[in-house]
């Protein structure tokens, strides 16, 4: 069936560490997003990426649709950046309805 | 621009009671969606609306009634709560798939806890 998974699922980094977060997915996309989840729980948007490479400040993101896989680079952790990550993905079919990974849960110590 | 609002934030509910939660969007968006998202997992989706007047089911419809009755409103209803319904609840909005750039926008969310 129609999946997205997050790896890793848990990842701890020194403030100042660069950390590269992957999302594979089963079928192609109509549409990508990448967001953070803060520790209040509020989902932060970061990137709508179907395709291509965005950057962000320290954050940046780059899809491979053709092999159905996209990646979020963070660099130079900062203590701010902890929390979860996810991507989801809208499959064919329309709608704009998103499916979401497991998330990675991410803690910077400073 | 307020963006996304969702209505309360936070609700305790005994068993078999009902509720609405209520979001609102200013972005003239068409399409919105309520997901749910439970302890250590990614969100899943409830229902939809392409717009006004349009409701549809997504991955875990039951236990739950939806309706759009104004283009900005999008309200989920709870006829009798169950233990199981304890969760982070999530509205979203967005434009539909035809238009360049078309991400969802996600209010902050409602805790609700059925005890």
């Known amino acids: 069936g129609i999946q997205v998974e997050q790896s890793p699922p848990d990842l701890i980094l020194q403030e100042g560490a660069n950390s590269t977060l992957r999302c594979n997915f089963s079928?192609?996309?109509?549409?990508l997003q990448w967001f953070h989840q803060n520790p209040w729980g509020q989902l932060i948007n970061l990137f709508y990426?179907?395709?291509g490479t965005k950057q962000n400040g320290r954050l940046s993101a780059t899809t491979v649709a053709t092999e159905r896989y996209s990646l979020l680079y963070i660099s130079s952790s900062q203590t701010t950046d902890s929390g979860v990550y996810f991507c989801?993905?809208?499959?064919?079919?329309?709608?704009?309805?998103?499916?979401f990974g497991a998330g990675t849960r991410l803690a910077v110590h400073p | 621009n307020a963006g996304v609002t969702q209505t309360p934030k936070f609700r305790v509910l005994k068993t078999g009671q009902s509720m609405t939660l209520l979001c609102a969007q200013d972005?003239?968006?068409?399409?919105m969606y309520w997901y749910r998202q439970d302890p250590g997992m990614g969100l899943r989706l409830i229902h939809y609306?392409?717009?006004?007047?349009?409701?549809a089911k997504g991955e875990v419809p039951d236990g739950y009634n939806v309706s759009r009755l104004k283009k900005q409103n999008f309200l989920l209803g709870l006829e009798s709560a169950a233990p199981s319904q304890t969760s982070v609840y999530f509205c979203?909005?967005?434009?539909?798939?035809?238009?360049?750039?078309?991400?969802?926008?996600f209010g902050d969310g409602t805790r609700l806890s059925i005890l």
């Open positions: 979203a909005s967005s434009y539909p798939p035809d238009r360049v750039n078309q991400p969802q926008h």
């Open positions: 990426i179907p395709s």
């Open positions: 079928d192609s996309v109509n549409n």
């Open positions: 609306s392409v717009g006004e007047g349009t409701t």
């Open positions: 972005m003239n968006h068409e399409y």
């Open positions: 989801a993905a809208e499959f064919s079919g329309g709608y704009n309805k998103l499916i």
